[in-house]
Structure formats: structure tokens, C-alpha cells
């Protein structure tokens, strides 16, 4: 997959040695992801097949999708890991009320949908996130070569599926 590239970083990451937290998190503007205490810039906004494939995942989801004690969201959708980790998965399945701001319990499943200026985030920085954090299935989606790649969280590690 040639999405991810080191040129890519310069365009997305702020690239100062400070530590933010989630109160910092709170007082940015515009859509932010806070990864191991630095931020991530959500935009531009996704291109127009990102969004269809987005929205045909999560239909297709939603078909077949029967747990009464949990709900698909769509991003934009604040799941705080931790103070120094605030992400915003394109898709997950949350088992919990969330507060007002965001949810806090490890969701089963995520799904992201790659893009060129998200691609070395999801493969690298939240790949690691999510299994640390527990998520069970990591499921992301090359909307350009339309294939996705699933992982199951097995002993702590993920594992293609």
C-alpha cells in the first residue's frame, strides 16, 4: 500500500516535544486528534469516496449489526483512551452511554478508512493504539484498491485475520 509516506507527516503532525493533554485537546479549534500526547490534524476533509465507502460500511453494519446493549457511530466521534489519547475512529461500535463529550470504554471494533493524509497515522500510530487499548477487531479499508484488512486481537497482539 503506498498510501503512507514520511512526506506525509509534515502535512498532519505538530511536531513540537511538549506533551498535550485532553484539557489541551479541549481548548483547540477545528478536528484534532490527540496521539500519544500530540496533534493530529483531521483536515482537509475526506475525499468523496472515503465518505461513500464510510457510509456503505456502516449500512452494511447496521444490517446485520443485533447487540441491544451497543450502537455503531461515525465520526466525528471522541473516544478518550486516556489524557493523552483522543481519537476519532471513521467507525466503531460503542457498548456504554457516552458523557456529553465523549465515550471512555475500549470499543470491540473499529473501522478507518484510509486516505492519503490519514494512511501512516492508521497503520502505524493507531494500530498500535487500539492494541494496547483492547480493541478485539481493527478493520481498515483501502477505499482506491477497495480491500480491507482485518485484525483480531488475540494474547494482547493483533492478528490478520
Known amino acids: 500500500m ?4 514520511k512526506d506525509d507527516l509534515k502535512y498532519t ?9 485532553y484539557n489541551d485537546y479541549l481548548a483547540k479549534e477545528g ?7 500530540q496533534f493530529w490534524n483531521m483536515a482537509p476533509a475526506p475525499y468523496p ?6 457510509f456503505y460500511m456502516a449500512k452494511e453494519m447496521e444490517k446485520h449489526f443485533n447487540c441491544p446493549n451497543c450502537e455503531i457511530y461515525i465520526s ?8 493523552e ?5 471513521d467507525i466503531a461500535i460503542f457498548c456504554e452511554e457516552p458523557t456529553k463529550q465523549y465515550f471512555s470504554k475500549t470499543p470491540p471494533l ?8 490519514t494512511a501512516i497515522k492508521d497503520i502505524n500510530l493507531k494500530y498500535k493504539l487500539y492494541e494496547k487499548a483492547g480493541v478485539k477487531y481493527y478493520i481498515m479499508v483501502e477505499p482506491n484498491e477497495e480491500f480491507a484488512d482485518i485484525f483480531m486481537l488475540k494474547n494482547d497482539s493483533f492478528e490478520f485475520q
Open 85 to 89: 489519547n483522543v481519537v476519532q475512529p
Open 49 to 54: 469516496k472515503h465518505q461513500k465507502v464510510l
Open 13 to 21: 503532525q505538530n511536531y513540537k516535544k511538549q506533551k498535550y493533554t
Open 76 to 83: 466525528p466521534i471522541d473516544w478518550k483512551i486516556d489524557d
Open 2 to 5: 503506498n498510501l503512507a509516506r
Open 31 to 37: 478536528r484534532w486528534e490527540l496521539l500519544n500526547g
Open 110 to 117: 473499529i473501522v478507518e478508512v484510509l486516505s492519503p493524509s
